[in-house]
């Protein structure tokens, strides 16, 4: 079992930066990678970013390439999620999800709001 929980969310005026953070406790050894999904209200979930638990490979949606930058300590077992220049289109529940090295048992963290609006 891999435990997942974010923080870090909040209301953040339009150019401003945010940091979230997805905490992972339990088996983080069974951990491959952790991707960032967003889900704004009345739309599907969106894939934002992945990292592999390495760190040697990142993924960005095109809609925030060159803003957002996903990166993780090991030591600390936390996956972040840096996210600059922010837009009112940025404005979803965040949420992380950790993918096993085997297996098909995926891990949930509980999600963290952003809210980008002057």
């Known amino acids: 079992q891999v435990q997942l929980v974010e923080s870090g969310g909040g209301l953040v005026q339009p150019g401003g930066s945010l940091r979230l953070s997805c905490a992972a406790s339990?088996?983080?050894?069974?951990?491959?990678?952790i991707n960032w999904f967003r889900q704004a209200p009345g739309k599907e979930r969106e894939l934002v970013a992945t990292?592999?638990?390495?760190?040697?490979?990142?993924y960005y949606a095109e809609s925030v390439k060159g803003r957002f930058t996903a990166s993780r300590d090991n030591y600390k077992n936390t996956a972040y999620l840096q996210m600059k220049n922010l837009k009112p289109e940025d404005t979803a529940v965040y949420y992380c999800?950790?993918?096993?090295?085997?297996?098909?048992?995926?891990?949930w963290g509980q999600g963290t709001q952003v809210a980008v609006s002057s």
């Open positions: 999800k950790a993918n096993p090295r085997s297996g098909s048992q995926t891990y």
């Open positions: 339990g088996r983080t050894f069974s951990i491959y990678s």
């Open positions: 990292i592999s638990w390495s760190g040697t490979s990142t």
